[in-house]
């Protein structure tokens, strides 16, 4: 069992920097990868950044890369999302995710654990 607490969305403007956290709380971590998705009205729940907790390898999806930065901080047990330079687009609710696995998924479908999830807005 792994329960997961986003917090840090809020309304920013085109170009500001904005830092979301993810508190996990689990029987161990090793194993355990977490990522980050979003989900904009209307659209489907898409991937944004994953990372192996144990060796800190992170992934992005094209539209992020270079601008987010996933991270986490072992003594506190929480999952960061530094989101530098954001567009309107990056609007959305913003999820965090867990699963125990070798690997680490870059889908929904690969992660069993998911929190309630924090509004971002970005305006123009």
């Known amino acids: 069992q792994v329960q997961l607490v986003e917090s840090g969305g809020g309304l920013v403007q085109a170009g500001d920097s904005l830092r979301l956290s993810c508190a996990a709380s689990?029987?161990?971590?090793?194993?355990?990868?977490m990522g980050w998705f979003r989900q904009a009205p209307g659209k489907e729940r898409e991937f944004v950044a994953a990372i192996k907790w144990t060796s800190g390898s992170a992934y992005y999806a094209d539209s992020v890369k270079g601008r987010f930065i996933i991270s986490r901080d072992n003594a506190k047990n929480t999952m960061y999302l530094q989101m530098n330079s954001l567009k309107p687009d990056d609007t959305a609710i913003y999820y965090c995710?867990?699963?125990?696995?070798?690997?680490?998924?870059?889908?929904?479908?690969?992660?069993?654990?998911w929190g309630q999830g924090t509004q971002v807005t970005v305006s123009s």
């Open positions: 995710a867990a699963t125990y696995t070798i690997g680490v998924p870059t889908s929904t479908r690969g992660y069993n654990y």
């Open positions: 689990a029987r161990a971590f090793s194993n355990i990868a």
